[in-house]
T-cell receptor, first 111, second 113 residues
Framework: GQQVMQIPQYQHVQEGEDFTTYCNSSTTLSNIQWYKQRPGGHPVFLIQLVKSGEVKKQKRLTFQFGEAKKNSSLHITATQTTDVGTYFCAGPGGSQGNLIFGKGTKLSVKP | GAGVSQTPSNKVTEKGKYVELRCDPISGHTALYWYRQSLGQGPEFLIYFQGTGAADDSGLPNDRFFAVRPEGSVSTLKIQRTERGDSAVYLC???????????FGPGTRLTVL
């Protein structure tokens, strides 16, 4: 079945360093979504990418959707302690409403 | 306005017991989803409702799991004869429609002893 894979599983950075997480799908996606889950919290929607090659920015966060619409990345510039959490990518599953999530990348930031 | 709410926040039960988990979606959202999240994993899709009907229940692991949404608002996830492997955080999400952003609730942490 359809799979969404993320790397790395964990990332430890010093505050101020950059961070990137990568997402790959086994199938072409109509869109890809990114969520952030703080420790002990629930997933919070960050952004959705729809177009091939799309790049979107939210302050220090840059999201990219690959040309083939099978991969995506999230890059955080100059991390802050508030960026701590697990970042998930998710793509539509085989039916309406069904989201397939990656395992996430857990980011820790050392002050 | 209020977000998605889930009750209880924590549920501890014994193997073999029956449990019900409740989700109250954002008012007006017609789509409602249940996911299950195990430690260190991403949310795993269980079932999706559009209105009162289950549009996709392909993620339910077996026939011990059942969910209803009788009036198109509140939903209840029911688990019969619970097993230790059912222990996880059960997340509910809702959206205006299946193409729209899904908003997650805080989850119910189920522990089966």
């Amino acid at each position: 079945g359809q799979q969404v894979m993320q790397i790395p599983q964990y990332q430890h950075v010093q505050e101020g360093e950059d961070f990137t997480t990568y997402c790959n799908s086994s199938t072409t996606l109509s869109n890809i979504q990114w969520y952030k889950q703080r420790p002990g919290g629930h997933p919070v929607f960050l952004i959705q990418l729809v177009k091939s090659g799309e790049v979107k920015k939210q302050k220090r966060l840059t999201f990219q959707f690959g040309e083939a619409k099978k991969n995506s990345s999230l890059h955080i510039t100059a991390t802050q302690t508030t960026d701590v959490g697990t970042y998930f990518c998710a793509g539509p599953g085989g039916s309406q409403g069904n989201l397939i999530f990656g395992k996430g990348t857990k980011l820790s930031v050392k002050p | 306005g209020a977000g998605v709410s889930q009750t209880p926040s924590n549920k501890v039960t014994e193997k073999g017991k029956y449990v019900e988990l409740r989700c109250d979606p954002i008012s007006g959202h017609t789509a409602l989803y249940w996911y299950r999240q195990s430690l260190g994993q991403g949310p795993e899709f269980l079932i999706y409702f559009q209105g009162t009907g289950a549009a996709d229940d392909s993620g339910l692991p077996n026939d011990r799991f059942f969910a209803v949404r009788p009036e198109g608002s509140v939903s209840t996830l029911k688990i019969q004869r619970t097993e230790r492997g059912d222990s996880a955080v059960y997340l509910c999400a809702s959206s205006w429609s299946y193409t729209d952003t899904q908003y997650f609730g805080p989850g119910t942490r189920l522990t089966v002893l």
